[in-house]
């Protein structure tokens, strides 16, 4: 089909009948229809449209039955949000593009309820059994010192693959015990993941153990305990709370390594446990 301006001047007459047609959409194409009749949408996301734009940019855009829809008017009815992505990835797309909607539609679309990133994970089947502590944890591995990101379904499925092997190793040697909910958290976790790549393991799974009961087994779990009592009296669950363990517990672990003897606890500034790739 060749398009002009809009997508339904070259169609001679609407049908009234809904049809769809498979096609490739250029990022001009993207922004003419846009502009030509994206007048009655809601507000854009533009976070969200830059996370379909990542997948776009890095071929892992999938097409499926989902795409583009146009009343037989004109009216952009559905996919304001992939087209302007199609705009900030500079890529052209393929997607189904459905033509003469009726307006009513409306009522049904996107009422459903979403997603979630362990929804599309499982379902997938690309990352195997996954579940929201494990994506908690992988974010906060990510997101290191700074904040955590947020990631389409592509870029969780290739991260999780890659440290899989270091969640498990944290998840097994700082289990979640019962009335304590504050130590085995993701983002006290997430020092422990960090810290797989580059420490002694049989260390870092005996720093684990002191750490999850509070209970040291000589004076070199000094830094171990004092990050457990900090631990177990903060247990906010605010952005800063979670920077604060963070923090925290890569001290509590770069101290234990050397055999440092802390008086006082102290946060780092600074990313002690640089992920592989990041070094």
Same mark, same amino acid.
């Given at each position: 089909?060749?398009?002009?301006?809009? %997508?339904?001047?070259?169609?001679?007459? %609407?049908?009234? +009948?809904?049809?769809?047609?498979?096609?490739?959409?250029?990022?001009?194409?993207?922004?003419? /229809?846009?502009?030509?009749?994206?007048? @009655?949408?809601?507000?854009?996301?533009?976070?969200?449209?830059?996370?379909? &734009?990542?997948?776009?940019?890095?071929?892992? /855009?999938?097409?499926?039955?989902?795409?583009?829809?146009?009343? *037989?008017?004109?009216?952009?009815? !559905?996919?304001?949000?992939?087209?302007?992505?199609?705009?900030?990835?500079?890529?052209?797309?393929?997607?189904?593009? /459905?033509?003469?909607?009726?307006?009513?539609?409306?009522?049904?679309?996107?009422?459903?309820?979403?997603?979630?990133?362990?929804? *599309?994970? #499982?379902?997938?089947?690309?990352?195997?059994?996954?579940?929201?502590?494990?994506?908690?944890?992988?974010?906060?591995?990510? $997101?290191?010192?700074?904040?955590? %990101?947020?990631?389409?379904?592509?870029?969780?499925?290739?991260?999780?693959?890659?440290?899989?092997?270091?969640?498990?190793?944290?998840?097994?040697?700082?289990?979640?015990?019962? $009335?304590?909910? #504050?130590? &085995?958290?993701?983002?006290?976790?997430?020092?422990?993941?960090?810290?797989?790549?580059?420490?002694?393991?049989?260390?870092?799974?005996?720093?684990?153990?002191?750490?999850?009961?509070?209970?040291?087994?000589? %004076?070199? !779990?000094?830094?171990?305990?004092?990050?457990?009592?900090?631990?177990?009296?903060?247990?906010?669950?605010? +952005?800063?709370?979670? @920077?604060?363990?963070? &923090?925290?517990?890569?001290?509590?672990?770069?101290?234990?390594?050397?055999?440092? !003897?802390? $008086?006082?606890?102290?946060?780092?500034?600074? +990313?002690?446990?640089?992920?592989? +790739?990041?070094?």
């Amino acid at each position: 089909m060749t398009l002009t301006a809009t %997508p339904w001047d070259s169609i001679a007459g %609407p049908t009234k +009948e809904p049809r769809n047609s498979l096609m490739t959409i250029t990022p001009d194409m993207a922004q003419r /229809w846009l502009d030509a009749s994206n007048d @009655h949408n809601r507000p854009l996301s533009m976070a969200y449209c830059e996370r379909l &734009a990542r997948d776009m940019r890095e071929g892992n /855009w999938k097409t499926t039955h989902e795409g583009i829809a146009f009343s *037989s008017h004109g009216r952009l009815l !559905d996919g304001q949000h992939r087209l302007k992505a199609i705009t900030l990835a500079k890529v052209s797309v393929e997607m189904f593009v /459905w033509f003469d909607v009726p307006p009513d539609a409306l009522m049904a679309i996107n009422n459903g309820r979403p997603r979630n990133l362990v929804d *599309s994970l #499982s379902l997938s089947g690309v990352a195997g059994n996954i579940d929201f502590g494990d994506i908690a944890i992988l974010r906060a591995v990510l $997101g290191g010192m700074g904040r955590a %990101p947020t990631l389409t379904s592509a870029e969780a499925a290739a991260a999780y693959q890659q440290h899989k092997e270091a969640i498990e190793f944290a998840k097994v040697y700082l289990p979640r015990r019962a $009335g304590i909910t #504050s130590v &085995a958290t993701s983002d006290v976790r997430a020092v422990i993941v960090r810290a797989y790549y580059s420490v002694d393991l049989e260390r870092l799974s005996a720093f684990c153990q002191v750490l999850s009961t509070g209970v040291a087994t000589g %004076p070199e !779990d000094r830094p171990v305990v004092l990050l457990f009592s900090h631990l177990v009296r903060n247990p906010g669950t605010t +952005e800063m709370a979670r @920077h604060d363990r963070y &923090a925290r517990a890569q001290r509590a672990l770069a101290a234990y390594l050397r055999g440092e !003897d802390l $008086g006082r606890l102290a946060p780092v500034t600074t +990313e002690l446990f640089p992920l592989p +790739e990041k070094k």
